[in-house]
Every structure is written in C-alpha cells, then in structure tokens.
C-alpha cells in the first residue's frame, strides 16, 4: 500500500540554524501539506501546496517557513533560523484530489 | 475560522464495550470530517471519514455519526480490543478540490483495559 515517507526521523539543532525537512507523498497525488504537533497538543495546519505554489498557509508559517517540490517526488520544508519554539514533530500530508489526506510518519525537530 | 472542540481528553474502557467520542465544530460551512488514530511515534492515520451529505456511516467495528444542524458528530467504537488503544483525533475541513486544510480537535486517549 502506498504510503507517505518522511526523513530524517529525528532532527536535533541549534537554535539559529536551517533545517530542511523532506517528505515524499505518494507518487500520484497532487495537493501537499505540512502540519505540526508539539508535544502533547494538537495536530495544527502549516501551509499546503498544490500546483508549485502555496495554496495557503497559516499564521504560524512566517517568512522563516519555506516549501518547496525541487522534483517529481520530494516535497520539503525548510526553516531558515530556527528558534526554540519550533520544536515539535512535523507531518507531512498528502492527497489525490478530494478530501482524504494521508500523513507519513513525522519528523521530531528538537532545537536547543 | 473553524475551531473544532473534542470531548472527552481520555477515556478508559473495559475489552469489549464500546467506546465514543465526540466532536463540535464552529463553521457551518465544513463538509468534511475525518478520524485519525494516531499510536505512539507514529504520524496520524485516517480510520473514518463522514461527509456532509452523509449523516452516519460505519466499518466493521467504527462507526461515525454526524448531526449538521448541531454541528458535531461522534466516533463509535464497539467490541473494544486491546490495539484501539491510541490517540484519537476529529478533524473538520471545508473540502474542496483537495486543497482544504484540516482543524484539528485535541485528541482524545483512548485505554483499553484488558
């Protein structure tokens, strides 16, 4: 069964410094989305991306938050300075064209 | 925007009865509203999902209600065994061409208790 990928697993870094997140969502579908969940709270929208551009995003994804599709296949999340707050575990979703979305397994950002 | 509220935050059943949560949300225009069962380290994944034209739908053991005019539907669980112990969480979108965010609830944990 097709399913969403996400690496790393696990991401430590120092505050101040990029990271990039990647994801690759199942290979036919065509809307992309990052969400976060810091620890023990609940699920929150990023942004999502269709077409090779941002179709929305939240007020929690600042000039800092990047995206971007470089091929055919990956989808990443770049954070240009990270800061204490952004850690949390980041998913990414994907879906064919109607409403299901399918997230991979997350990535745990720990800045420090 | 939508904010969707989850109740309860735990929730402990004996193997075998059943087991329900429920959900409200606030924007009347959402059509689209899924369930996720999220196991500890793992990404969410979708177990259910009602749409707006549906008021109740059901798989094998998973059952989801959705009541339009007061704005909540429910997750029902029967025959509870062991693996259904997780995080549950609701969700609401106003899904359209696929490029609908999801709301998120709080989650609810769910214990099965042998």
């Known amino acids: 069964e097709p399913e969403v990928t996400q690496t790393p697993s696990h991401q430590v870094t120092q505050m101040g410094q990029e990271v990039i997140l990647r994801c690759v969502p199942i290979?036919?579908?065509?809307?992309f989305y990052w969400y976060r969940q810091i620890l023990g709270q609940k699920v929150e929208f990023l942004v999502s991306f269709y077409n090779n551009e941002i179709s929305e995003k939240s007020e929690i994804f600042d000039d800092q938050f990047s995206v971007e599709r470089p091929d055919g296949s990956n989808f990443t999340l770049k954070i240009r300075s990270t800061k204490l707050e952004d850690s949390a575990m980041y998913f990414c979703?994907?879906?064919?064209?109607?409403?299901?979305?399918?997230f991979g397994p997350g990535t745990r950002l720990t800045v420090t | 925007g939508e904010n969707v509220e989850q109740h309860p935050s735990t929730l402990s059943v004996q193997e075998g009865d059943s087991a329900v949560i429920k959900c409200t949300y606030s924007d009347s225009a959402s059509n689209y509203f899924p369930w996720y069962k999220q196991e500890l380290g793992k990404g969410p994944q979708l177990i259910i999902d009602?749409?707006?034209?549906?008021g109740e739908k059901k798989d094998q053991r998973i059952a989801v209600t959705l009541n339009k005019t007061a704005k909540h539907f429910s997750l029902h669980i029967t025959e509870t065994q062991p693996e259904d112990s997780a995080v549950y969480f609701c969700a609401a979108s106003k899904a359209n061409f696929g490029n609908e965010k999801l709301t998120f609830g709080t989650g609810t944990r769910l214990t099965i208790i042998p």
């Open positions: 979703a994907s879906t064919l064209a109607g409403d299901e979305q399918y």
């Open positions: 009602i749409r707006s034209n549906v």
């Open positions: 290979s036919n579908h065509l809307y």
